[in-house]
């Protein structure tokens, strides 16, 4: 079993859409949480970090339950341009390396 | 560009060849990470290097696997005798001691025929 789960997608949706992408983490010893994206051919850039309150950045949400060991992203009035996949990632206590998921890949269309 | 850059963009070698690839780390980095990529995978982790010592190194990086950061800056990761399976990109990521982002380089495309 992968450390972070996610499901690959695809997933189409029409510009102006919500949509909404989880993942699972197995070990408890996460203490750091974020949300990467990648477009085809290119290198991972951060989309944002995930915090145990929740966090907002424009049309962007992520939420975190500790309890259940579950990531969200949730993305409003998608855009074109947001096609792309959309990686979970931890870090976990003591290491500095990043665990990824497999990514979801997202397509919006006109 | 003061972003990570990385030589070689894409290498193609025959199996058995050996390659290595370097990274440039944003300069006030003292942080430098290598990361495996194979096709609809996330990247998965190699090695860490904290200034000049390699303080990580993953279970995936074999004997064939040596990576150096000899005065704390620039990176090279070495692979010997290359195998089919060795075909991937290879990133390079950097941070600050302190920060939580690794910053990427556009990495180097590994292509053993």
């Known amino acids: 079993r992968k450390e972070v789960e996610q499901d690959p997608g695809p997933f189409n949706v029409p510009e102006g859409a919500t949509v909404a992408f989880n993942c699972t983490y197995s070990n408890s010893a996460s203490q750091s949480f974020f949300w990467y994206r990648q477009d085809c051919r290119k290198e991972p850039k951060l989309l944002m970090s995930v915090y145990s309150s929740g966090n907002e950045d424009g049309r962007f949400t992520a939420q975190l339950n500790r309890a259940s060991q579950y990531i969200s992203l949730l993305i409003r009035d998608s855009k074109l341009s947001d096609s792309a996949t959309y990686l979970c990632v931890v870090k976990n206590t003591g290491f500095q390396k990043l665990v990824f998921g497999t990514g979801t890949r997202l397509l919006v269309s006109p | 560009d003061t972003g990570v850059s990385q030589d070689p963009r894409h290498k193609i070698t025959k199996r058995g060849q050996n390659v290595t690839f370097r990274c440039d780390p944003i300069?006030?980095?003292?942080?430098l990470y290598w990361y495996r990529q194979t096709l609809g995978q996330g990247p998965e982790f190699l090695t860490y290097f904290q200034n000049e010592a390699q303080l990580e190194k993953s279970r995936l990086l074999s004997d064939r696997f040596s990576a150096e950061r000899p005065k704390g800056s620039f990176s090279t990761l070495e692979i010997q005798r290359t195998e089919q399976g060795d075909s991937a990109m290879y990133l390079c990521a950097s941070s600050t001691e302190g920060g939580n982002e690794q910053f990427f380089g556009p990495g180097t495309r590994l292509t053993v025929l």
């Open positions: 300069s006030e980095h003292n942080r």
